[in-house]
């Protein structure tokens, strides 16, 4: 075993030894090989590099468009009678075997240079193939396009080399394109922003799709998930880490990334299935896939295999898949089934898009018989306009400088910085760094059957449309693509969670333990030593909310016993993720916590010992019948009988009296409120030096001293619900400031006694407290919203209430009031006066009845007579002076 050991430690310090030495001599002087394959070129031949991987579908078409970039431009111009080369290297679409073959490579030509024995190159290339795994792997992409370049630069000549549609791979050839002079234009869309400073040879001809992670997150916005898994590709060593703009995006929706989880290129089978069993087992079921189109299919064939693609799963891709799908071969499109994509959109209305793609499609099929004719996509487009600016780069170069011995690879990087014209792309413009203008349209595709299909559009600022062409309708949602194909289940809309197999991520709720009325929070301890017990009105409005939201949200109640401004200070350091209770929202609280939309009105009243008034509806209701009864009575015929007279001038009295009292307390109603003298206003309140009561562990205490002005010596603080009518009716506060949501509970229990009055003031109502910027918050009000809308709340609120005997007229109308028993004395006259007049009628009918007059006396009987009889005296004075 020492043996073995020291040779295993000989042998890693030997091929660390080869590999600097390598790499080494990439950044001096050209060794003795180089030296002898390095040819004297002519000026005015144009020699370019071209490394694409071309054992796949994607580098078949780019290499494809880049020979006809150059055909189409040299083509169209007869003068420029120049000899083109274009140099093509595979990069491989194995970068384990490619690096075995490379590293091999290297060893010859260090043998070469060194004399050493074949036995030694032998050793080197088994240790390389037995070691791969754990040393080889993480520099495999250095040694598989290094070398090609470097072949490209010394042997070919290489004006500038196009292609590395792999960001990393572009990468290890940065240095060499500085030191060389030579352009290395990228075909990547992932440019880190520092990369020109550091290496000014190196650029991207592909435009900038940092915009695609809005188009995600706004897919995710507009179904309304919460939580997100990102899956991406960790490859670069020098600035290893997920793109910062799929963070900050996701973010700007409200959602919340429940993992992150990174690959490398080289992540075997077992590890990929390990970390999405462990994805599997958690609540989220929406992933966002993030890496090349390589490592995107051995992750979704392992998802296929382990159940993930079925229903409730939501998958989402990136450009750099999407782009690449109609490469993929029948296998690997059957395991993403379902899959929404988002790839960069290019139009190709114009007659020259159109006349490409017809080219195209004719030479791809020339030269590839047997295999798929797919359309071109983004990263084809792209490499044809990158050669085309190299091409025209050049073509401004040697107008210039003519056909020189010396070339100078500063003056064509200038040149080509300065490149201007329309391609298949857009306006092809680089900026001072190497940049082109951004993608700010996307196309949002649906994997279905054996392609995928055109969904529509997202632009940036406007949102998704159906067409890009004016006149378009755009919206926020995306309902109006139509029809998502999902995975599993096709045509309902996935939820985007589960239930957790695993309860790991459940939230910490604070619940107080000091409530006032217990009726809306009510802890008590189980007395078989188990959890506590939970319950009231504000616990069962939070269940009825979480019922409502768009996901399973696990959490455990968690007892406090403090203060309710101390209990939310707990969720400013963490130590809950949210309170529920009778939580009042008022300022000072809302700098440790935000609360979600209230479920309980807002204000402050005071309760008071007796004062009652009577209900409008039988006030109003009184008051018109009387007086239009007394209206209608005053128009009545002429009055012939004194008995009539008098009862009628008696119930005219009685009318007066009822019409200008209701009149009196209707106007008392509806102007002013009316004041027990004994209880008068908070001012009097203030001044005569009373005591009031409010709740101990409520902010009210401070808003009394503070706000209002009250003494802290005359604030007398209640610890439980009963102390306020024992205070009440003693005498010992001569009133008590509670919130409103307790009125109503309170008066219920204590209707025959107490009453409101006063002002109501204003605060927050009563809501949930969660940390700041919590993507459970906005689902939190929003379902809070429909709890009182679909008439849950109320219900809620009268089972409350319905335990108690007063009903809701008495609560609010049991006042003294003006009713029949006020005017019982004016009644019992007006019917005894009506009574009397009536018997007098009576008694003279039946006298006049039992003494019947002679037959002359009828004959000349006149009812005026009567009124002559009845008025004489009257009269004899009236007419006396004219007698």
């Known amino acids: 075993m020492p043996k073995r050991a020291g040779e295993m430690h000989a042998i890693h310090c030997l091929y660390i030894f080869l590999f600097i030495l390598v790499f080494s001599s990439s950044n001096g002087t050209s060794n003795a090989l180089d030296d002898a394959l390095e040819k004297r070129q002519l000026d005015c031949k144009l020699s370019l590099g071209v490394v694409v991987d071309y054992t796949s579908l994607a580098g078949k078409k780019e290499k494809l468009a880049l020979e006809m970039a150059l055909k189409d431009f040299y083509g169209r111009r007869t003068s420029l009678r120049l000899n083109v080369t274009l140099h093509v290297r595979n990069s491989r679409g194995d970068p384990i075997g490619a690096a075995s073959s490379v590293v091999a490579c290297w060893v010859l030509v260090f043998r070469g240079a060194t004399g050493f024995s074949k036995r030694m190159g032998f050793v080197v290339v088994e240790v390389c193939r037995m070691q791969r795994t754990q040393m080889v792997a993480p520099i495999l992409p250095q040694a598989s396009c290094v070398h090609p370049a470097k072949t490209l630069i010394k042997k070919h000549h290489a004006r500038a080399i196009i292609g590395f549609r792999a960001w990393q791979e572009a990468v290890f050839v940065a240095q060499l394109g500085n030191e060389s002079q030579v352009p290395i234009v990228s075909l990547s869309n992932e440019v880190p922003p520092w990369a020109f400073s550091q290496w000014p040879f190196l650029g991207s001809a592909a435009r900038n799709v940092h915009a695609q992670m809005k188009a995600v997150a706004a897919i995710i916005q507009s179904w309304q998930w919460r939580q997100v898994n990102i899956i991406y590709e960790d490859f670069n060593p020098v600035a290893s880490g997920i793109n910062p703009n799929i963070i900050t995006a996701i973010q700007e929706v409200d959602a919340k990334i429940n993992e992150l989880v990174a690959f490398s290129p080289f992540s075997p089978y077992a590890y990929i299935s390990k970390k999405l069993e462990s994805l599997k087992n958690g609540q989220c079921r929406v992933f966002i896939v993030h890496t090349s189109i390589t490592l995107a299919t051995k992750i979704f ?101 003519g056909c020189v011995d010396k070339w100078n690879g500063q003056e064509l990087l200038e040149k080509l910085l300065k490149t201007k014209f329309e391609g298949l792309t857009g306006l092809f413009s680089f900026s001072t760094e190497w940049k082109l203008a951004p993608i700010h349209i996307f196309q949002i595709v649906n994997v279905a059957g054996k392609s995928y299909r055109k969904l529509g559009y997202w632009t940036e600022g406007l949102g998704f449309s159906k067409s890009i062409h004016k006149p378009s309708i755009y919206n926020k949602s995306m309902n109006l693509l139509g029809q998502v194909i999902w995975p599993g289940s096709p045509w309902s809309m996935p939820k985007g969670w589960a239930i957790p197999t695993n309860h790991s991520h459940r939230l910490k709720i604070g619940v107080p333990t000091g409530s006032t009325f217990r009726e809306f929070v009510n802890v008590t301890n189980d007395h078989h030593g188990g959890n506590p017990i939970i319950n009231g009105f504000s616990i069962e409005v939070f269940k009825s909310t979480l019922a409502l939201l768009p996901y399973h949200l696990p959490y455990d109640f968690i007892p406090f016993d403090g203060t309710y401004d101390s209990l939310v200070e707990q969720v400013h350091i963490k130590h809950f993720d949210a309170v529920v209770g009778d939580i009042a929202i008022v300022s000072n609280r809302c700098e440790d916590a ?112 503070v706000v209002v002005g009250f003494d802290p010596n005359n604030i007398k603080r209640m610890r439980t619900e009963d102390d306020y009518p024992q205070a009440l009716m003693s005498g010992e ?151």
């Open 301 to 401: 064939k392992e998802a296929n295999e382990m159940g993930m693609m079925g229903k409730d799963f939501v998958w989402i891709t990136t450009n750099d898949i999407t782009s690449q799908i109609d490469s993929l071969n029948a296998s690997s499109i059957t395991s993403i089934q379902g899959v929404l994509g988002v790839k960069s959109y290019f139009s190709t209305s114009n007659k020259g898009s159109k006349d490409f793609q017809s080219r195209f499609e004719d030479m791809f099929r020339s030269q590839y018989p047997n295999g798929l004719l797919p359309k071109p996509g983004a990263s084809t487009l792209q490499a044809y306009d990158a050669a085309w600016a190299v091409a025209l780069a050049h073509a401004a170069y040697l107008k210039s400088s």
């Open 594 to 705: 935000e609360f979600s939309q209230p479920y309980a009105e807002s204000g402050l009243q005071r309760n008071h010992h007796p004062n009652f008034r009577g209900s409008v509806r039988n006030q109003i209701g009184t008051m018109l019948s009387l007086s239009f009864t007394t209206l209608f009575s005053l128009h009545g015929e002429k009055l012939h009988s004194n008995l009539s007279r008098m009862a009628m001038a008696v119930w005219l009295f009685v009318a007066l009296v009822i019409t200008q009292s209701f009149t009196a307390s209707l106007t008392s109603l509806l102007t002013v409120q009316r004041i027990d003298p004994k209880k008068v206003d908070v001012e009097t309140l203030i001044k005569s030096g009373a005591k009031v009561g409010c709740d101990a562990n409520s902010f009210v205490v401070k808003y009394l001293e």
């Open 733 to 883: 506060i001569a009133a008590a400031f509670v919130e409103v949501p307790y009125v109503k509970m309170y008066l219920a229990k204590y209707c025959d006694g107490f009453t409101t009055s006063g002002p109501t003031f204003k605060v927050g109502g009563f809501g949930f407290a969660f940390a700041r910027s919590s993507p459970y918050l906005p689902d939190i009000s929003k379902a809070v919203l429909k709890v009182s809308e679909s008439g849950k709340l109320q219900e809620l609120e009268c089972s409350l209430n319905s335990s108690f005997n007063c009903s809701t007229a008495q609560l609010v109308y049991n006042h003294d009031s003006l009713g029949i028993n006020s005017f019982w004395g004016l009644f019992v006259i007006t019917g005894g006066t009506s009574t009397i007049a009536l018997l007098i009628f009576i008694f003279h009918y039946v006298w006049e009845r039992w003494y019947q007059p002679s037959c002359d006396e009828q004959q000349h009987h006149n009812p005026a007579n009567d009124e002559l009889l009845m008025f004489r005296p009257e009269m004899e004075n009236q007419y006396q002076p004219y007698l």
